[in-house]
């Protein structure tokens, strides 16, 4: 079994402080309503949500980039927002959270994404989401490329797909090829539509369904998800793949032809929202403090299993990550 030592963890985390990562993506506005129930509407069967506070925080690709924060990075966030009110909102957060939303490509034609979920006694009851998913105009895939080409000494680069409309065809072989040429590492936490456009990148971090998606096939016996794991490294031509599994914790493919397994952390699970920003973000953080990438898969699940038992979407701080680490 993988494992990591606590002294390790931390001087990996010390020595990532206050390195760049660029965030490219669909970023969004989550919206929470939290409530109590104590009874049943009679006007259908539903919960009645007496509704206690309401708070916004940053969703998608911007979620990624909190976790960075919270662990040392400073990120470089490069989506697309509305020029409305949520979008106004969604850039007040960003720079009260401490990042800059200069990467923000105002599209005058599609809203800001927002997501309202709707809690009642700390469980997720409902969500609503206004959203348009069209691609980025092609003023704006210059806009982030430009972003990006600014940049001095990126200690990574981290594809967040939603399929929005963010991420297209073009910006994805521009920026790879722009982090190929400066020896930049390239992560990716894909969606269906754009899946096989990820070629030559370093790492790639599908969940099981997006997996079994993209290849027509069922992932459930060990021998399956090491099929699944061996195809796709050959079909992107990546470093790693990184399949994360849900309670079975992550599979680590490598182009060595190491495969390791790691297992879950999460004691208590509360809510897997967020939980994949939190892995890709924590393991490109690693890799930048100088992890290899056994450590960094682990450290990523150990983070990912932090934040699933808090209700709503939490970023992982260096303090519980290492708090974790250090109850193995």
Request: glycine residues 8%; proline residues 4%; hydrophobic residues 40%.
């Amino acid at each position: 079994m993988l494992n990591i030592s606590f002294n390790r963890a931390e001087d990996i985390l010390n020595n990532c402080h206050g390195k760049t990562i660029a965030v490219i993506g669909d970023v969004m506005l989550d919206r929470y309503f939290w409530g109590h129930v104590s009874r049943v509407s009679p006007e259908a069967p539903v919960p009645v949500i007496d509704v206690e506070k309401e708070s916004f925080h940053l969703g998608g690709a911007a979620n990624v980039a909190c976790n960075l924060k919270t662990l040392g990075i400073e990120p470089i966030l490069c989506g697309v927002i509305g020029e409305d009110r949520s979008g106004k909102t969604f850039k007040e957060i960003a720079k009260e959270y401490g990042i800059n939303p200069a990467g923000l490509f105002a599209d005058t034609k599609r809203p800001t994404t927002v997501k309202t979920r709707i809690i009642g006694n700390n469980q997720h009851i409902a969500r609503l989401d206004r959203e348009m998913r069209i691609p980025l105009p092609t003023n704006g895939e210059k806009f982030i490329l430009t972003v990006l080409e600014e940049q001095k000494n990126l200690a990574g680069i981290i594809f967040e797909d939603y399929n929005k409309g963010t991420i297209t065809e073009f910006l994805i072989l521009e920026v790879i090829s722009f982090a190929r040429i400066n020896n930049i590492p390239i992560y990716v936490d894909p969606k269906f539509e754009n899946f096989f456009n990820f070629k030559n990148v370093t790492l790639f971090k599908p969940n099981r369904k997006e997996a079994e998606q993209a290849l027509g096939v069922s992932i459930k016996a060990k021998e399956q998800i090491i099929e699944a794991g061996t195809v796709l490294l050959s079909k992107l031509n990546c470093q790693n793949v990184l399949l994360t599994l849900g309670a079975d914790g992550m599979m680590l493919f490598e182009r060595n032809g190491d495969i390791s397994s790691v297992p879950t952390h999460a004691i208590h699970i509360a809510d897997v929202s967020g939980a994949g920003d939190t892995a890709i973000a924590t393991l490109s953080a690693a890799v930048a403090g100088g992890a290899n990438f056994k450590e960094a898969a682990i450290m990523a699940n150990y983070a990912s299993g932090v934040v699933c038992e808090e209700p709503g979407i939490v970023s992982i701080t260096k303090n519980n990550l290492l708090n974790a680490i250090s109850k193995g």
